[in-house]
């Protein structure tokens, strides 16, 4: 049984930046794809961020250059560094996982993962 824990989050204000982690405990003897997706009110959960067993990292166009999934060489962490964030980054982020293989060159939609963190609300005032 794979569990995945999230902190961080907050509230900033514009250009301001935060950390989300993601703690993961369950079977390691699996290689898994790891993401972050976020979800706007109303609104579908969608990819942000992904990196597969081999750090290949994917990001959704409106994040490139700002976020950074990262994750650590015991690969029961994983980080979503947000830096130059804007009031249209707030929203609940979520982690993801999910055994591989992973999706080619995207992070892939929110039903091809099955182990999720509970949210982290962001929020980026004005």
């Known amino acids: 049984q794979v569990q995945l824990m999230t902190s961080g989050g907050g509230s900033v204000p514009s250009g301001g930046s935060l950390r989300l982690s993601c703690s993961y405990s369950g079977n390691t003897a699996r290689t898994y794809c790891w993401a972050w997706f976020r979800q706007f009110p109303g609104k579908e959960r969608q990819g942000i961020a992904g990196?597969?067993?081999?750090?290949?990292?994917t990001y959704e166009d409106s994040v490139k250059g700002r976020f950074t999934v990262s994750r650590d060489n015991d690969n029961t962490m994983l980080y979503l560094e947000m830096n130059s964030l804007n009031p249209e980054d707030t929203a609940m982020y979520y982690c993801?996982?999910?055994?591989?293989?992973?999706?080619?060159?995207?992070?892939?939609?929110?039903?091809?993962?099955?182990?999720w963190g509970h949210g982290a609300q962001v929020t980026v005032s004005s």
């Open positions: 990196i597969d067993p081999d750090g290949i990292k």
């Open positions: 993801a996982a999910e055994g591989a293989p992973c999706y080619y060159d995207s992070i892939g939609p929110r039903y091809g993962y099955r182990y």
